[in-house]
C-alpha cells in the first residue's frame, strides 16, 4: 500500500475521460476462468461453473461508479441554502472500493464538511458522491481528493475538507499481513486550509481533534 501520492496521481483520471473499449461479457468471463486456472484450480468442476459468470455480475456492482459522472449529478441537485454559512458536516459515511494496485478490497468510513457559500446538498447526494468515487479502483488519497475537489467544482463553498479513514485488505491479508491498521487520509480545501480554528472545528465535529492534520497535500 501506498502511503505516498503525488499530485499527477491524486489527479487522476477525471470522471467521464477516455478509457480503451470495454470487453464483452464472454471475454470478461473468459478471464475469470483464466485466473480460476491460475489459482490451480480446474473452471470445469461442478462448484466453480456459474463462478466467472457470478464474478463479472459482481464487478457490474463493485465498478458501477464508471457510470456516473458525480459533477453532473451534483450539478442538477444543489439547493440554495437561506442564509446557513455554518460548518455542514457528515460524519461516517460507509464506503467500499477496490485499491488498484490488487483489486482487493478498502473498507472505511468517509466524513465529509463544508462551509456553503449559496448551495447545499442533500445528505443522500453526499453519500451517492461518495458511493460513485469508491466503486471504482482506487488509491485512498486519490479518492479522498477526488470527493473534495468535486464538492468544491460544483458548490464552490468557502471550503470543503474530506477525511477518510480505511482498512486495505491487500494489506490484512496478504503481504505484510497486518491487522488492525487504518489508514486515514485527508483534503483541506479554502478556508479548512487557511484556518487552523475552522479546520480543528471540522476534526472535532469527527472526533479527530488533533488527529489528522493537512496541507492541502492529501
Ligand atoms: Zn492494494
Known amino acids: 500500500m501506498d502511503k505516498m501520492v503525488n499530485n499527477k496521481r491524486a489527479r487522476g483520471r477525471s470522471a467521464g475521460a477516455e478509457v480503451p473499449a470495454r470487453p464483452s461479457r464472454e471475454e470478461a468471463e473468459a478471464a475469470v476462468r483464466t485466473l480460476i486456472r491460475w489459482t490451480g484450480d480446474d473452471p470445469d468442476r461442478e462448484g466453480l461453473l456459474a463462478t466467472p459468470a457470478r464474478v463479472v455480475r459482481a464487478y457490474e456492482e463493485w465498478f458501477a461508479g464508471y457510470n456516473d459522472d458525480p459533477r453532473e449529478y451534483l450539478k442538477r441537485t444543489f439547493e440554495e441554502t437561506g442564509g446557513y454559512d455554518e460548518v455542514v458536516v457528515l460524519r461516517d459515511i460507509r464506503f467500499e472500493s477496490h485499491c488498484e494496485h490488487h483489486m482487493a478490497p478498502i473498507i472505511g468510513r468517509v466524513h465529509i464538511g463544508y462551509i456553503p457559500r449559496n448551495r447545499v446538498v442533500g445528505i443522500s447526494k453526499l453519500a451517492r458522491l461518495v458511493e460513485v468515487f469508491s466503486r471504482r479502483l482506487q488509491i485512498q488519497e486519490k479518492m479522498t ?70 496541507n492541502g497535500n492529501g
Open 145 to 214: 481528493a477526488e470527493i473534495a475537489s468535486c464538492l468544491d467544482a460544483v458548490l464552490k463553498p468557502h471550503g470543503v475538507a474530506v477525511v477518510t479513514e480505511a482498512t486495505h485488505q491487500c494489506m490484512t491479508t496478504r503481504g505484510v499481513h497486518k491487522t488492525g491498521v487504518s489508514m486515514v487520509t485527508s483534503r483541506m480545501l479554502g478556508v479548512f486550509r487557511d484556518h487552523a480554528e475552522t479546520r480543528q472545528e471540522f476534526l472535532a465535529a469527527i472526533g479527530m481533534r488533533g488527529v489528522a492534520h493537512s
